[in-house]
């Protein structure tokens, strides 16, 4: 996450809640003199991500606020733990509450499910990655959450990377051709990667040049042939299984000997954990 | 959601996925004049929401795809229904398709949690309602796919509406000292709302001027007796129930007589409901 | 007003002034290292309001300079007074003159007006209150500077109160259906107020649930009749009075015993007070 | 006025007015199906201003609407006389309304309060020309609404004219210090002006190569006899008067032979002119 | 490049030519209703490239107007060649006209350049390719004028692909690290590339992963040998040549074996090509 | 350059560099609590320019780092200089490099080549100025590289000048119509500036009031006797030359007397210096 964009995604969640005449309730019932402190409470057992944003809410709502984070993201923390505690103008602490926790309970909900399927994978050289399939306007901070919940990233856009998917084959007429031009056309420092239904799509798929394979929706038996027949070939591969993969049954997928497991799952079926902001009028 | 905030949060979207580089899979691989059709499937039963994002989405990807709206936002279907399809060149097609699915398994994913609170008050006339709770950015689409399950909303934000909670009481010293001030601060057309614990703080801030009470965390019965209390002042009071209300609770919840039911869950829990583009080169 | 709204409004205005070029006069004249001091001076009675603005101005042209506010946002001033200092490099006050002047002597000016309204109703409980006629992207400082002259604010926009007017209720057939419409539609912090024309209006829209009116351009005798008609209702309703009330007639409305008083011409009839930056070249 | 400006000053307005939920009255009350025709009506004699960004307006509400100028910008219209009708969606036009009629008020007070001075100068070559004493980031509608008017512009901003001031001249040490600096410093399509208290100040900045002289807060009789001096020079000089100039001595300055007349009153001293939509629901 | 972008880009460029008064002259001489028609014309040899941005430059200064492209972007032409032609409103031609050169004479320029490059190459597999040496805020429109003439594109920012520079070895504190690093931070479908100065640095690279070279400034004759060497590896790599590599060089340069070429200079070298607008007023 | 400028155009070239992922080497390779020390050194003879543009790319990756700048705009320094160093987090300063980079070897680049035309009117009074064929984006800082050369700036934009070219001569059907409108339409800060092809043209020019004429194209010769011709008029003119002016030829123009020599080549035809940042981990 860069400075910049954590500093415009602040910006647009603050006008979102404080648009037209802004927080009318602190306005007229909080004395501007008023000071105050408050603390960042975890309701429950979760995983820590957000709080740099935390932190921009905070200082764009009122720069002589004091916040100091007391945990780092990626810390797994427990009931009752402080997260963070913020001191000043308690008109500004209460404009900025709600923003602040939304962000924090939106990014530890992520990074607090990622971590419940990377301790499945203990022990596993596997890679854990997250997909595109994040809410319109987050990913930046989405897929900081996976990382905080000790997993990594798939690529961040269709810029970074080259996926070819069945559409793609269609549009190209075969995997060979996809693949061909997807050589020619990408630049060097991108690899090439097909989404292949079996075994003879995956071979189609090398011999044209790609190096890494998408094993979408493999039954895990399947799978693992698979990966057994691929890791025969010469070149070397970086095997990729998605589809409807869940906590049950990761570590079997793992276990099949792909180098990466991907889930969109990770981002878009994170549900909020429960994150208070105690406030202690002074 | 107005024409101005489609358009802004779509642009963000498509910048996010296609910055830097563009699509450049697509690029590489799809030849530029061919032609194709797609459409939008659902793969589970769900509450549709987000189909005037899937519109915007082409429209920026391309002005001169051709997009058709199947069924309308607020639609149950069932597993396999057509929402929408899009023809035109295949290349923008693809380009736009992670974008455009995003948009419409998020929003979709809290239409259809909404429809499950919905049906268990059918007969029931109390309103069930959102709160402040929602992603960074995306409070007006969220919001919006509240009413596509058959939600209502609550306030927009910090600026349509006085909702006095624990932490103004603590700073004005007092609920009627906070609801004077809010009475006196806030403009005529917004309600006086506070948060009470109790029927102590229920009678002294209705004697205060308040005429919305938010009965926080309230158990069944004593929510029973405390609506019960209420309705016997003279004051037309509007009642909330909120705190830990779930699919299991909201019916007996609503049995108490409360006007209105809100949660953050309705959209804060919600997951992403299955929807696929089904693309068809011609 | 917000920070980020103060910011965003002042880059513009500054945007707007050192386009293209910039100060190509005092790029050429004055040399970067002089330094100077220069005082922001009441040329008439005024009341200030604007500050904060003139403040940012200073700070976005040159964040060396020092600021120092004289007097407080709401003062009434004479002749003569100073408001404000800044001291620093002078090429730099002589870039933010204008564009400072420009805000403060256009938020000064509304204050100021609003400031003959208010002691005329003083002894009074009534409440003057502005209306959505402001300046295109102003709204914002001028309903801030209608407070600064001892006046209330209407709702900020759209979103914040429910208000049928003729054409609404023409829409929906009737002000029966208008206001049903509007209590089941909009979120339950925010009142419904009707405008009516008369006291059989005025009568159906309480029926309806109406609990805000608006009295158009009621003739003062029929205005305290209506009035005491509508006070004589159990409901708690709130009155508001409008059309072509000036400084000569707000008084008397204000003795028909209705709640509110409102004119949009507090804004958009006020005209801008004499301000000048006095400098000092060192 | 350019198209993108025109763009960027409406969306503004309307975020504005419709940020947060929007049009809360109108989604409420008013049937989306329901179609309507309105029409600008002055409620007074006024010149109109402001037609196009009327259209824009609407424009952007919704691009399905039909929007006709009846009258065209700069024409002086009686009472009852319409400017301009929409057609198509109710909703649409109720939601763009107010921000529409704001804008073309808050022009034709401009261009009305200009007529009354350029009424006084029929028959006299003088140039009426406004000032950047403009209201924050309306300068570019603000200064189109003087020509309305029959006005003139003078420079837009600090970036396309030299104009040295009193403080220059302090911050430079002398006139001919200043003078020599801005015409060694601007580009050579600026023209030099120097604003002079006296003769004396005037004959060194011609003497310096200024070729305009800003003639500020003369009495007539002086004005008169500096400019018959100054015309006596070989040098083609324009010369221009300020301040404090009304409608009752505005005729008397022009008779004193200078080029140009100048007044921030025409912007900052107008006020709204009674412009309303009548709406006409289908 | 995507329309989003094309559309900010032009919307940027026209305000810095346009901002404050707009088009001064040609509001002033030229009469609105005039028609005329203008040829975008090729003053030299040259290779094209700009004609999107050069269309949307007439569309957003006034959209009635009609612009067609007469040669397609990457078409070398010769002097006189008619490139595009525009008609409509004589006015809005003339506003454009600057800014609509300045983008296809500064991209022509790129692609006219880099085609005398992969003239040099003709019959050559290598790649030619550009880098970040790319104008601030240009680099999509640089970029993809080097697709137009002839060359390819290297990663287009930090986020598409890793390089390893001597910078990152140092701290890293070895090239074995770094590359590790590397490989465990970055996603699985971008590459590791190193910078290396010799023979024994590539063989670290490789043996620690990296699959492509950037060998930089390398003696024709050290990168035959280095390339020779390398190819003995069994590892399937990428390898790179930069560093000062010019016209009289280039071809040499591919005879070694390098698979891609790298130049900054494609761009950073580029001087703009000679286009007018003939202007025909009807 | 305003800051405000400084700080949008920074932005978007480190949006540009950074979107997406951001610089996902740096991040996988370099320790975040690693420090540094950078040196911007030149690696040519070259003329400085942009240092105030590399200090705000340090600032936005990182506002800890420390910057200071060892030599100032236009300062001619031989190869091996040192122009500025930065220190603080080694990998904020790798993020911030090329974005950094690009921009001094940009401006510096142009400042560079036009101080090769400056030293040729060594001991001329002529005055060398850049043109409106800009950069898209970039007009502000390439006209400010030109000053750092020793050049001057022509009008910014199409509002800060009237300039009558030969497409508006022919929409007005004559010099003398074109001429009589640019007085009336300007405003009077502006001169009126003609271009001309002969002395006819020249002369009908000035009859009709313009101050500035614009000799394009003219063979030497024919210049200096156009130049001759001119001067006898009574009217003080301003006579600029432009096309095809290059340094063999700058001298020889300048000696005809002409006031003003434009050239768009200063800027189009630079070419980028070569500048490196030499980084040192602590």
Not at 148 to 165: P, Q, S, T, W, Y
Not at 190 to 207: G, I, P, S, T
Not at 208 to 218: I, P, Q, S
Request: glycine share 8%; aromatic share 4%; charged share 20%.
């Amino acid at each position: 996450m860069s400075p910049v964009d954590i500093e415009a995604i602040v910006a647009r969640a603050l006008d979102e809640d404080l648009g037209g005449g802004g927080d009318i309730t602190t306005a007229a019932v909080v004395d501007p003199q008023r000071q105050g402190r408050a603390v960042l409470v975890a309701r429950q057992d979760l995983v820590v991500s957000g709080l740099d944003l935390a932190a921009e809410v905070f200082a764009q709502v009122d720069e002589e606020l004091n916040f100091e984070a007391l945990v780092s993201d990626g810390e797994p923390v427990t009931t009752g733990a402080a997260l963070a505690e913020v001191s000043g103008s308690l008109a500004s602490i209460l404009v900025a509450e709600r923003c602040c926790i939304n962000f924090v309970q939106h990014m530890s909900g992520i990074a607090s499910l990622v971590r419940l399927f990377t301790l499945r994978l203990e022990g596993s050289s596997v890679r854990l990655v997250d997909t595109r399939k994040t809410r319109p306007g987050l990913r930046a901070i989405e897929k900081y959450a996976v990382t905080c919940g000790g997993g990594n990233n798939h690529r961040f856009g269709l810029a970074d990377g080259v996926m070819i998917k069945d559409n793609h084959i269609l549009a190209a007429r075969s995997i060979t051709e996809a693949v061909n031009r997807a050589i020619e056309g990408a630049h060097h420092l991108v690899k090439v990667q097909v989404e292949v239904e079996n075994l003879d799509q995956a071979f189609e798929a090398v011999d044209a040049g790609a190096t890494v394979l998408l094993l979408d929706n493999f039954a895990v038996p399947d799978l693992r042939a698979t990966v057994l027949a691929l890791r025969a070939r010469p070149e070397i591969l970086t095997l990729e299984a998605s589809g409807g993969i869940n906590l049950d049954t990761v570590a079997e997928v793992a276990s099949t000997g792909v180098d990466v497991i991907s889930s969109g799952a990770l981002i878009h079926q994170a549900r909020w954990v429960d994150i208070a902001l105690d406030v202690d009028p002074s």
